[in-house]
């Protein structure tokens, strides 16, 4: 069993959304004292969230704090080069999102977290306690996966599983396919007591979308294609 990591990577993706990432940036500082890399890939921001991101090593002095900035691709591709620099670094890596505030209750929730990892066998992955769901017909029933608005992965996992097949279209379906080839490589998924508040201030994303139920029906599809499952 391990007995310390280095300072983990804390990754957001930024599309805008310009006052809900202010409000988790400062829920992650004000709840934690686990000293952390914030990580923010910000991909073609329009409402002043991309110079915001610039001024952040100068809002949070003496923080480790890396932005990259992209072209407009999708949040798929800044969540694959998120994988990458954590294996890059040899950092495990927490990924949240930018509307899911974060709490200090009894317990440090990154203390937590990265006790879990230490502590438990064959660690594929840590979620929030809110941070998960149950797959239905079109995938695995009953199967637990990951969601990637809190979840905590060593960077071993990054390395040995990947990270999201860009074949799917939006939803879950990626969260889904990453989580069962952690459990076909042997791993698990464990769920933490912390919570945060998903959806803070924000509508699901794409939950209004006229064809959302094609898009969820072909991911479905392509998922049992993919590991040919009947």
Not at 72 to 87: H, R, T, W
Request: some cysteine; hydrophobic content about 35%; charged content about 25%.
């Amino acid at each position: 069993m391990e007995t310390k990591i280095i300072p983990p990577i804390v990754f957001i993706p930024v599309y805008n959304d310009l006052l809900e990432l202010k409000e988790v940036i400062e829920s992650l500082y004000s709840t934690t004292d686990v000293p952390f890399k914030l990580l923010i890939i910000e991909s073609g921001s329009t409402d002043g969230a991309k110079e915001y991101c610039d001024l952040l090593p100068k809002i949070y002095l003496n923080r480790e704090i890396e932005i990259i900035h992209t072209p407009k691709e999708g949040a798929l591709k800044a969540y694959n080069q998120a994988f990458k620099i954590s294996v890059e670094q040899e950092r495990d890596i927490y990924m949240t999102q930018t509307d899911a505030i974060h709490f200090k209750f009894k317990a440090d929730w990154l203390l937590d977290l990265i006790k879990m990892r230490l502590i438990y066998q064959k660690v594929g992955a840590v979620v929030m306690g809110n941070s998960y769901g149950k797959c239905y017909g079109r995938y695995i029933e009953d199967m637990l996966w990951a969601g990637f608005w809190g979840v905590y992965i060593p960077w071993t996992t990054c390395r040995d599983i990947g990270g999201f097949d860009e074949v799917y279209e939006i939803g879950d379906a990626v969260d889904i396919d990453w989580s069962y080839r952690i459990y076909n490589a042997g791993l698990n998924i464990y769920v933490s007591k912390m919570f945060n508040d998903h959806h803070h201030k924000t509508a699901h994303t794409n939950e209004d979308r006229p064809d959302l139920e094609d898009i969820r029906r072909r991911n479905g599809e392509y998922f049992k294609r993919k590991y040919q499952i009947a």
